[in-house]
């Protein structure tokens, strides 16, 4: 359901409703949900990495923060304020 996928609407001023979340570097899971997913997985199996296959559980609701809290990127600043690509070497 690409309508269900693609969905992203700001909730409040810090919180998004997203329909699918790539790059789940940290999560939080209600009971309720996590429930939701396990219940998933028993019944079909997982065959995607854990970030690809949540949206697919029936009925479940993933939020996001507006503003990243942890990151991968190259560029991300690290918890020292620096950024991370300064000690990166060029290739």
């Known amino acids: 359901d690409q309508q269900k996928f693609s969905a992203d609407k700001k909730i409040s ?3 998004r ?3 699918s979340r790539f790059g789940t570097t940290s999560m939080i899971w209600t009971r309720h949900g996590l429930k939701k997913y396990l219940d998933y997985i028993e019944s079909h ?3 995607l990495p854990i970030d690809m296959d949540i ?3 029936p009925n479940i609701k993933l939020h ?3 503003r990243d ?3 991968n990127r ?3 600043i690290s918890d020292t304020g620096n950024n991370h690509h ?3 070497p060029e290739r």
Do not use: M
Request: glycine share 8%.
């Open 45 to 47: 199996g997982i065959f």
């Open 55 to 57: 949206h697919l559980a």
């Open 69 to 71: 809290v942890v990151s």
């Open 86 to 88: 300064q000690s990166v």
């Open 74 to 76: 190259i560029n991300a």
């Open 13 to 15: 001023s810090n919180i």
């Open 64 to 66: 996001t923060v507006l």
């Open 17 to 19: 409703q997203v329909g």
